[in-house]
């Protein structure tokens, strides 16, 4: 490996198993999430880990779909998750879903009622469970247990040709009722479920549980390292049993601390809460932590990547706090965004000593943290300028370096300027500031001598373009929102958007290049929205320039 730092303790094992010889120095992953709603962060950082452990190594890695639960399950969310893999840069080998296995899985389950291993079971599910004991109790054998082989296999085909309504059997592993492991304890295999499945129609009225499931499909692609979270570390007793009982291909399981991130909630089922009960615009809202929410607010591919880097793989759960998120994308689009001069809030400048409709370009490099700057635009400039409200104050305290009357700044890659005098309307509002500039003072070509420490930005009044501008801020006002008391959503952040109509963008921005970062001058970084009014061009910030979150 050519990287500087430390091996995870994943690259060890996989290291170790190749040092070996195991699977024939084979190194195949897979990502296997469940189509019942979009990525979030937290499946970024699996993606990440999968597919990078198997790029690591000269393996590959496989998309599977587990698709075991048809009634929560669309043909939209398995769009949407492969639109996100490939955004994120990576390419699978295979395309699979569970239910390609489902005969397969149907003939292991056979072959385990066969040797004994398995039994259909008549009792309500809360039978079952209090049949299963406690974890000091051990569990309680039914009269369902001591059925024959030929009866199981009886009233499993009965089960599979739809002759029993849901709910009515289930077909169980017969393990050990008095395992400390509770998972142990006789766990279900298969249930009935008359539900249309989005792939295989109503072909099958009985589904795999996932433990089910999971195991086999890894043995059926022969995956070398199925990599889970630290939720299924009590599961892997039940995935190797499965797969030693049905002596096929010895796929091994191995865990990692998921990501918890601060200021959201991970759980689809709550996301699904926020989406269907229009707390947001759907799952793709800026605030969202789906990747399809990152990526239409702006967040890049490699910034995402570098986040999942930085928090590393651990064997134990912690909170990540989301300004390392945002320290990603601002280190990303500080070297990747072009530079850019929009007006939130405006006011009139007028430069009083410059022609009246004059209309001069200046050149603006696009982005002058790059050698070369990586090209420019011409930039319009007249005597008649947008500036920002909070760059001019009637009576500026000591150490205010922008705009007050005597005051001078400089305007970015244009000319300095003095203020002379200012407008107020019947409110007492001020409407308008009146400045002189000084013409030996232009840009990159300065012979004024005279040196301001203030620069602020600026729109020409004739040639502005107007834009809706989105302000995102976090969705929620606490760290951990299903942790507090009450229902997570009564903690929602209310000031999460704040939407600014008119705001003046300089001619180019008009032409904004969807899926670009753009640095909005002093504000920010920005992009266009996806999903725009007909006869707007709106804008989402995808972050501000500075962290403006500081722990109390």
Not at 423 to 451: F, L, M, R, W
Not at 529 to 546: I, M, S
Request: charged content about 30%; overall charge negative; hydrophobic content about 35%.
């Amino acid at each position: 490996m050519s990287e500087e730092r430390s091996l995870n303790f994943l690259e060890e094992i996989v290291e170790e198993d190749l040092a070996a010889g195991k699977n024939n120095g084979r190194v195949l992953t897979r990502f296997p999430p469940e189509p019942n709603g979009y990525l979030h962060i937290g499946h970024a950082k699996s993606i990440c880990l999968n597919f990078g452990l198997a790029q690591r190594y000269g393996g590959q890695t496989n998309l599977r779909f587990d698709d075991t639960n048809p009634s929560k399950e669309e043909t939209e969310y398995v769009d949407s998750i492969k639109e996100d893999v490939k955004w994120l840069g990576f390419n699978w080998a295979n395309e699979f879903y569970a239910s390609d296995y489902f005969d397969n899985l149907y003939e292991f389950a056979v072959g385990l009622i066969k040797k004994g291993l398995a039994y259909v079971d008549d009792s309500t599910a809360e039978e079952i469970a209090s049949q299963k004991g406690t974890p000091t109790e051990p569990g309680t054998p039914n009269q369902y247990r001591s059925r024959s082989v030929e009866e199981n296999l009886q009233l499993f085909a009965e089960m599979k040709d739809g002759k029993y309504p849901d709910g009515a059997k289930v077909l169980r592993a017969k393990i050990d009722l008095a395992s400390p492991n509770m998972l142990m304890r006789d766990p279900l295999m298969y249930r009935i479920k008359h539900t249309h499945h989005h792939r295989t129609g109503d072909k099958w009225c009985i589904y795999p549980m996932y433990d089910f499931a999971h195991g086999e499909s890894d043995a059926i692609e022969e995956i070398t390292h199925s990599v889970c979270t630290l939720e299924f570390v009590s599961h892997r007793e039940l995935y190797n049993w499965f797969i030693e009982k049905l002596d096929i291909f010895p796929s091994k399981q191995y865990e990692f601390a998921r990501l918890n991130l601060n200021y959201t909630v991970m759980s689809k089922r709550k996301l699904l809460q926020l989406v269907e009960e229009k707390q947001v615009e759907g799952w793709d809202d800026p605030r969202m932590p789906t990747i399809s929410g990152l990526r239409r607010r702006g967040y890049t591919p490699a910034s995402i990547r570098e986040f999942c880097e930085r928090i590393g793989v651990a064997k134990r759960e912690n909170m990540i706090d989301v300004s390392l998120l945002e320290f990603c994308i601002r280190e990303d689009l500080n070297k990747t965004a072009w530079r850019r001069m929009a007006v939130l809030d405006p006011i009139k400048m007028v430069i009083t000593n410059y022609p009246e409709g004059q209309t001069e370009m200046l050149f603006s490099e696009n982005n002058p943290e790059v050698e070369g700057g990586e090209g420019g635009r011409e930039l319009p400039f007249s005597n008649e300028l947008w500036i920002e409200r909070e760059d001019f104050m009637e009576e500026p305290p000591k150490k205010f370096f922008r705009l007050g009357v005597g005051l001078m700044v400089r305007l970015k890659s244009a000319y300095i300027v003095k203020c002379e005098s200012f407008v107020k309307d019947a409110d007492g509002h001020v409407t308008e500031i009146h400045c002189t500039y000084i013409p030996e003072s232009k840009s990159q070509n300065d012979t004024s001598g005279i040196h301001v420490k203030g620069t602020i930005h600026w729109v020409s009044v004739p040639h502005a373009k107007t834009a809706e501008v989105r302000l995102y801020d976090r969705l929620f006002k606490v760290e951990d929102p299903s942790n507090e008391d009450g229902d997570f959503k009564d903690y929602i952040n209310p000031n999460s958007l704040q939407v600014l109509n008119n705001v003046y963008i300089e001619p180019d921005l008009a032409n904004a290049i969807p899926g670009k970062g753009y640095q909005f001058m002093r504000k920010g970084y920005f992009t266009v929205d996806k999903n725009p009014a007909a006869d707007k061009l709106v804008f989402n910030r995808t972050v501000t320039l500075k962290d403006g979150w500081v722990k109390k």
